[in-house]
């Protein structure tokens, strides 16, 4: 985990008369409301905060907000170092194929690598990799309440199919719930890579991983087809709103080679190119419509197993490479945003490149009174519903929302998400 950048950012030099001011301010407030926190702290059992509203651990709660900059993630998936969506708006291109392919290719490569598949209405993984029968099943862990992945080769499965359920029947907000408790709830251990392998379409599915999870990256799959690029587009541009950088784009059945040596385009050709240039996506991988790829999903053993050394293997090497390349590229960096209730303000980290932060602080009635939901303002008129709110109010808990926004759950019980464009627009306004 990459530590903030020591130096003074341009917004922090530019701000700090002003923002002394607020401390001086904040600091006065203070004394007031360190006992309210203390009693809150001590009924929530929270012995952070409890000590934390002792003057004598100011220091130390201060050293701990610069250095703490770690995603509260999940408890199970702490070990995770990056997470990689694979996805597409469109159906049916190949999305779990290129997952499950790309998975066993960094596997191979010697990495510890998961798959969830986030599919609900149609899980691919039980058909695709199937562990052996009596291994295949997802086991609940009766004391942690934690769910145990089902491993094939080395590399640990989650899907809705290795459930006594099968493939589910229930309605969007139902799923999107039951794949937030599955990725959430499981017991990924240490990995290098969690592959998700993303239904079509951008539904609630896809909005509630980006949200509950901090993806790393995502890597976009299309085929030639005219048809496949505007669904495509869309997927990108949804990763796009959720902060995931796209770092490739599979061309997947792009061509294949005839028996008379010749290399034909069944479906057209220039799909991928046009992706990747209009979106500025660093890698493109063109895979062959190829027999083997089909059969071997079919059969449970998917072919970059079975062949490791076929032409598919090593395209897919060739992505698992680029994938690796891109990952160590972004850094650990990721945006994060925590309060201290020493300074009674919220700190917010913004990551701006591999090494850069830039960080400031906003105070927490500015936060919520700049809430754009419409829990807090009326969407007829504009106002606020509650403009008296208690300005004393302070975070309970700030926990990221994906990389591109926190969850604020208030001391009076209010919950607030807030974008970190929001946040910094926040602080150019105090
Ligand atoms: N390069 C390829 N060559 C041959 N067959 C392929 C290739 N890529 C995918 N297929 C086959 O195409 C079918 C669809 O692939 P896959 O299930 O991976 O698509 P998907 O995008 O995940 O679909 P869905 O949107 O339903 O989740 C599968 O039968 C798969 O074996
Ligand atoms: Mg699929």
Known sequence: MRAPCARATTSECAHVGARRAAVAWRRGRLAGLRGARAEEAARR???????????TDQVEAVQADEAEVAPQV?????GVRNIVAVASCKGGVGKSTTCVNLAYTLSQSGARVGIFDADLYGPSLPIMVSPEYGKSKLVMDPVTKELQPVEYEGVKL???????EGSAMMRGPMASGLVDQMLTTTDW?????LLIDMPP??????????????ITCAVIVTTPHKLAYADVAKGIRMFARLNVPCVG???NMSYFDGDDGKRYFPFGEGSGERIQSEFAIPHLVQMPIREEVSSGSDEGVPCVVSDPESEIASVLRGLGASVAEEISKLGRRRSRAKYDPNMHEIHVYIARGEEDWDSFEVEPAVVRENDQSAKFIDQLTGKPLDADFNRDIFPLEVLPLGNYAVQISWSDGFNQIATFEQLE???RIQ
Do not use: W
């Not at 989650?158 to 006594?164: A, I, L, R």
């Not at 251990?189 to 890579?193: A, K, Q, R």
């Not at 539904?203 to 901090?214: A, C, R, W």
């Open 158 to 164: 989650v899907s809705f199919g290795f459930t006594t």
């Open 74 to 78: 999940p408890k199970g998936l702490r």
């Open 189 to 193: 251990g240490d990995l290098d890579y």
């Open 45 to 55: 059992g929270d012995v952070f905060r409890a000590s934390c509203s002792s003057s």
């Open 201 to 214: 379409g951008t539904g609630d599915i896809h909005l509630t991983v980006g949200q509950s999870i901090p």
């Open 249 to 251: 784009v599979v061309e």
């Open 425 to 427: 627009a926040m602080e």
